[in-house]
T-cell receptor, first 114, second 116 residues
Framework: DADVTQTPRNRITKTGKRIMLECSQT?????MYWYRQDPGLGLRLIYY???????NKGEISDGYSVSRQAQAKFSLSLESAIPNQTALYFC?????????????FGPGTRLTVT | AQTVTQSQPEMSVQEAETVTLSCTYD???????LFWYKQPPSRQMILVIR??????QNATENRFSVNFQKAAKSFSLKISDSQLGDAAMYFC?????????????FGTGTRLTIIP
């Protein structure tokens, strides 16, 4: 089984709809992240969380919110989806104490907003 | 602000040959980490190799190695004996070394094609 899972893998939604993307991990890591990937732009950080009680904004948090329901679960919400939020979304995890804090990614969710 | 530049949008190489992907970065920090990630058509982001800035020795992982030139702020990836499974997008990424700084800054990627 995959260490970091994301649901759904693909989603098409309409402008104005609320949508939630979910991430779960079995790696036992305390840190979790949400990124979005756009063609030609690489990946950009939306939000990150050091633990259940710690949520931090990344470089492009406007229009998004997150919830850390448990150490293993981190959800990303689009309260009112708009077409320019069409992108590939990745969840990632890392562990405190490893020094390098290298991040491990889920399989991604492709979101299309029409 | 830190920036990461990958100046080669696309590269191709014959199977079994060697290819080098370029990456440059801009930072005023002395403590940082550099990574290469591979993204095959499956979309999964896979860590290929990492380099700590304080280490002078270039990192190596099997057929993958880096040429880390700290003064020139260059971090290239060399793939030896290229295989069809190496076909993917490759992203260079940078992270500051300060505790608690979680932001990975990515380059725009290089699409690598393997020619049979």
């Amino acid at each position: 089984d995959a260490d970091v899972t994301q649901t759904p893998r693909n989603r098409i939604t309409k402008t104005g709809k609320r949508i939630m993307l979910e991430c779960s991990q079995t790696k036992g890591h305390d840190r979790m992240y949400w990124y979005r990937q756009d063609p030609g732009l690489g990946l950009r950080l939306i939000y990150y969380s050091f633990d259940v009680k710690d949520i931090n904004k990344g470089e492009i948090s406007d229009g998004y919110s997150v919830s850390r329901q448990a150490q293993a679960k981190f959800s990303l919400s689009l309260e009112s989806a708009i077409p320019n939020q069409t992108a590939l979304y990745f969840c990632a995890t890392s562990a405190t104490g490893t020094g390098v804090y290298e991040q491990y990614f889920g399989p991604g969710t492709r979101l299309t907003v029409t | 602000a830190q920036t990461v530049t990958q100046s080669q949008p696309e590269m191709s190489v014959q199977e079994a040959e060697t290819v080098t992907l370029s990456c440059t970065y801009d930072t005023s920090e002395s403590d940082y980490y550099l990574f290469w990630y591979k993204q095959p058509p499956s979309r999964q982001m896979i860590l290929v190799i990492r380099q700590e800035a304080y280490k002078q020795q270039n990192a190596t992982e099997n057929r993958f190695s880096v040429n880390f030139q700290k003064a020139a702020k260059s971090f290239s990836l060399k793939i030896s004996d290229s295989q069809l499974g190496d076909a993917a997008m490759y992203f260079c990424a940078y992270r500051r070394g300060n505790f608690g700084n979680e932001k990975l800054t990515f380059g725009t990627g290089t699409r690598l094609t393997i020619i049979p």
